[in-house]
T-cell receptor
């Protein structure tokens, strides 16, 4: 059964820093990996989707990488801003009957 | 706008009073599913549907029912809610099984007293 681990569980950094959130998974047979952002008590907003055949995706200040062989993905946030404060979830799709396995998230606080 | 719409956003109810949380998507997605999110446990799948009239249990189906009579709607039914069903619920959809990404609704905060 797929397991997804996100490290760290919580992170607090000053505004302007570049930071990396980590996600590891146990089964490399995945269809895709999606990074979501969740604000307190709110829904999940998709940030980046990496297909199984891809190695990275970029959107603005965000860059996500995928290394299936090592079971790892990273979410890189450049020049962090207070508005980036949220919980970031790594979600893996195993396809088929599905299939979604969620990490428990990294709670990120960007200090002004 | 392409979206998944859940209603209501917030609901407080009493033990045993049947309720339905609606979920609707306007993207012609085949696959829909329901999750609950609890502190320390993350998101767990309740039920999913691969297409119209095709539903199956997820990891935590007890106490819930679903139906998929038409493609766009996937309501979650609690026949006799109990306090342990107090949670944040999310509906999600995607185009088809495979490599497409998911779209999530905004969530329904349910409190059962």
């Amino acid at each position: 059964k797929q397991e997804v681990t996100q490290i760290p569980a919580a992170l607090s950094v000053p505004e302007g820093e570049n930071l990396v959130l980590n996600c590891s998974f146990t089964d490399s047979a995945i269809y895709n990996l999606q990074w979501f952002r969740q604000d307190p008590g709110k829904g999940l907003t998709s940030l980046l989707l990496i297909q199984s055949s891809q190695r990275e995706q970029t959107s603005g200040r965000l860059n996500a990488s995928l290394d299936k062989s090592s079971g790892r993905s990273t979410l890189y946030i450049a020049a962090s801003q207070p508005g980036d404060s949220a919980t970031y979830l790594c979600v893996i799709s195993g396809g088929g009957a599905d299939g979604l396995t969620f990490g428990k998230g990294t709670h990120l606080i960007i200090q002004p | 706008e392409a979206q998944v719409t859940q209603n209501p956003r917030y609901l407080i109810t009493v033990t045993g009073k049947k309720l339905t949380v609606t979920c609707s998507q306007n993207m012609n997605h085949e696959y829909m599913s329901w999750y609950r999110q609890d502190p320390g446990l993350g998101l767990r799948q309740i039920y999913y549907s691969m297409n119209v009239e095709v539903t199956d249990k997820g990891d935590v189906p007890e106490g819930y029912k679903v139906s998929r009579k038409e493609k766009r709607n996937f309501p979650l039914i609690l026949e006799s809610p109990s306090p342990n069903q107090t949670s944040l619920y999310f509906c999600a959809s995607r185009l088809a099984a495979g490599s497409n990404g998911y779209t999530f609704g905004s969530g329904t905060r349910l409190t059962v007293v």
